[in-house]
């Protein structure tokens, strides 16, 4: 995606260098964050409404209740703004203003359409699965046909996006670097708790190889740190 001119929607204004606009930056943010918020428009009222999404290469998939009135707006093609946050730290500078974030954040614009074929939604409902938790799709029963009725899905097709990714310490002024007041930054990440079960009459049943996988990837990512 090229870099957005000045006047343009997508042109972040405030401190600039921490902006992005290429895929490399924006994509794996997207595909890391848990969740996403939908901002549209009905009769001058904004909505921001938050959901599951997935990323199918330069789309956002959504899927819900086919009478829910975000998929019956976003279904007649009305456009949409998509923000994804990860929350990396809370920036603890010595003075009250110098406190920030350490984020990596993506806002996108599109418009969006149904997705209607079955078989476009069957793949987007796996993506949906997977975003969720890597491998679950093939431990579980697949959409019937009628799940599929009773399922609506939504493609935005991304128009133009941009990413904002601050990292690093406090900034503090000069005069504010005395060394009676801890400042630095408190790293913060989402961890998976104790799994519990569903509390069927199968309560023994042995941990799904995809949430295993889940946490040995969550104990490999915590020993880097
Ligand atoms: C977790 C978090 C906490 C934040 N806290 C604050 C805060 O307390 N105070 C504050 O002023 N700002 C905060 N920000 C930054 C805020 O998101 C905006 O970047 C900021 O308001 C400056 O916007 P602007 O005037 O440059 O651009 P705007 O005119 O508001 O936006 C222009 C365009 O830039 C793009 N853009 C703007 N911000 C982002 C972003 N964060 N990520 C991706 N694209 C973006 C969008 O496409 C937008 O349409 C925070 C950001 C995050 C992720």
Redesign the pocket.
């Known amino acids: 995606m090229p870099e957005p001119a000045l006047a343009s929607?997508?042109?972040?204004?405030?401190?600039?260098a921490r902006?992005h606009y290429e895929r490399e930056t924006i994509y794996p943010i997207i595909d890391a964050a848990p969740l996403c918020h939908v901002g549209f428009e009905i009769d001058g009222q904004p909505y921001v409404i938050p959901s599951l999404h997935a990323r199918d290469r330069d789309a956002i998939l959504l899927h819900g209740a086919p009478d829910s009135r975000l998929v019956r707006h976003l279904c007649a093609g009305h456009p949409v703004?998509v923000?994804f946050?990860l929350?990396d730290g809370w920036v603890l500078g010595r003075a009250a203003c110098s406190h920030?974030?350490n984020?990596r954040?993506?806002?996108l614009?599109g418009a969006a359409r149904p997705v209607t074929s079955p078989a476009q939604k069957l793949r987007a409902l796996e993506l949906l699965t997977e975003h969720m938790l890597p491998g679950r799709w093939q431990e579980v029963r697949p959409p019937s046909e009628e799940d599929l009725c009773q399922t609506a899905v939504v493609a935005i097709d991304i128009e133009e996006a941009?990413?904002?990714v601050?990292t690093g310490p406090p900034v503090d002024s000069g005069a504010d670097r005395t060394p009676d007041i801890w400042a630095g930054v408190v790293p913060l990440c989402m961890l998976a708790g104790t799994p519990v079960p569903a509390g069927s009459e199968q309560d023994d049943t042995p941990l799904s190889g995809a949430v295993r996988a889940y946490f040995e990837r969550q104990d490999r990512a915590n020993k880097v740190k």
């Open positions: 929607r997508s042109h972040v204004r405030q401190l600039g902006a703004c923000s946050t929350l920030s974030m984020y954040s993506v806002v614009f941009s990413a904002k601050r």
